[in-house]
């Protein structure tokens, strides 16, 4: 800092000395004001550094207690993690056990209802056999019985022909009215009376009778066309009066085929024809159909626990089931299907031939484990790999997926 003046030259010495002590005098005031000033600044650095050395001691602990609070939450989301994967894996194995069993118990339910079943079947039909032949034993009594009345009925009406002269014999279907007259046929008898009627002669003389009193139409023929069903069948017949007709032969019949009976007009009845002989008649039994069986299902995936092919129309009573219904595997199986009975039997499309049904177990797609972060800090506690998709039930584990020490460690997971 500098200051003017403005004195005589006469006084110049004087005045020098005094500007030389007033410029001593403002540096010294200068020179303390700058080391105060410097000292000032020392202390606010010294200030500043400890504030900034306090500051860093502060971040560095904040930095260090929220590290130990991340390791702490991970380790415990970790062990959440995995006990509730532990959990999880238990519940489903519980699970697959609980299904397993109900599955067997189903099978051995169905099994014993099976069984049930065909002891029921097997009882009804040994009923059935000694129902049918205790009525074929009643049919053939009857029969036998019928049969000695019609002889003993055809011999009481032989005695009363045989009785009439013979002039006075005749055959009905020749004597009509438009062939006889008032004074008789050739002289052997008396003419009958003239009529529309055909005429009868018997001792009490000569009886009008119409064409239905005698005379059988048609002869009779079977009615529908009956199927097998393990029961005797008798036949429904078209234009059989059995009071006018005898039936004798196989007019009952169980299994599938053709059979054979007669009929034979009763006492004085005749065929259109004139004669009483015996007409032989054919009748038939028809096989019966049986659905064929069908799978709603036929692919089925991979479970580790046996599968059951579910078949619909399966009779054990009509049919027999061999191949493969029940695997555990992913392949291609076959179910096949016989009738046990073919003579008697046949399918709904008219065969009779095996069944087979094709069906099959496809493997199970996994997703690949993997784990998103490999690169794990030593803690000094034991580490787990946190691996995603792992099923042990479907795979293998191989290596460990926890270390404590540091290192390079690998865990290998096959399909099993």
């Known amino acids: 800092m500098g200051v003017s003046y403005n004195v005589p030259l006469r006084e110049e010495q004087i005045f020098e000395k005094a500007k030389g002590d007033i410029d001593r005098q403002n540096l010294a005031t200068l020179t303390s004001a700058i080391h105060t000033e410097s000292e000032n600044r020392q202390n606010a650095d010294a200030n500043l550094q400890a504030n900034i050395s306090a500051l860093g001691t502060a971040l560095s602990d904040e930095v260090t207690l929220r590290a130990n609070d991340d390791y702490l939450l991970k380790q415990e989301y970790t062990a959440k993690i995995t006990q509730e994967a532990m959990t999880r894996q238990e519940d489903d ?19 014993s209802l099976g069984s049930a079943l065909q002891n029921e079947v097997t009882a009804r039909t040994n009923a059935d056999n000694a129902l049918k032949s205790e009525l074929n034993a009643n049919l053939s009594n009857e029969a036998a019985l019928r049969a000695s009345e019609d002889n003993k009925l055809n011999a009481k009406i032989d005695a009363v022909i045989q009785s009439i002269p013979e002039q006075q014999t005749l055959n009905i279907k020749e004597f ?12 052997l008898v008396p003419a009958p009376p003239k009529s529309t009627q055909k005429q009868l002669l018997t001792n009490q003389g000569w009886e009008e009778l119409s064409s239905t009193d005698i005379f059988i139409g048609a002869v009779p023929s079977q009615s529908g066309q009956p199927s097998y069903t393990g029961s005797v069948i008798y036949p429904q017949w078209l234009n059989y009066d ?3 007709l005898t039936i004798a032969g196989q007019f009952s019949g169980t299994n599938v085929g053709t059979y054979t009976v007669t009929f034979t007009p009763r006492g004085l009845y005749c065929w259109n024809d004139g004669t009483r002989n015996a007409r032989t008649v054919t009748w038939q039994i028809y ?3 049986v659905p064929v069986p069908t799978a709603a299902i036929t692919s089925y995936e991979f479970t580790g626990n046996n599968v059951t092919l579910s078949v619909t129309n399966f009779d054990s009573s009509k049919m027999t089931q061999a191949g493969t219904v029940t695997a ?6 076959t179910a096949t299907y016989k009738l046990n009975d073919t003579a008697n039997y046949t399918w709904s499309d008219g065969s009779t031939a095996d069944k087979n049904i094709t069906w099959n177990i496809t493997a199970k797609k996994l997703a690949k484990p993997y784990a998103s972060n490999t690169q794990l800090n030593y803690t000094g506690a034991a580490v787990t790999l946190s691996v995603s998709n792992v099923d042990l039930t479907y795979m293998n584990k191989a290596g460990s997926d926890t270390a404590t020490a540091a290192g390079t460690y690998s865990v290998t997971y096959t399909l099993k």
């Open 287 to 289: 096989k019966a159909t």
């Open 93 to 111: 194995a519980a699970l697959r056990t609980s299904i397993s069993t109900e599955v067997l118990t189903r099978n051995t339910q169905t099994e």
């Open 242 to 244: 059995e009071q006018k």
């Open 328 to 333: 555990k595997n992913a392949g291609s199986y």
């Open 176 to 187: 009509t009215p438009s062939s006889a007259t008032q004074d008789g046929a050739a002289g």
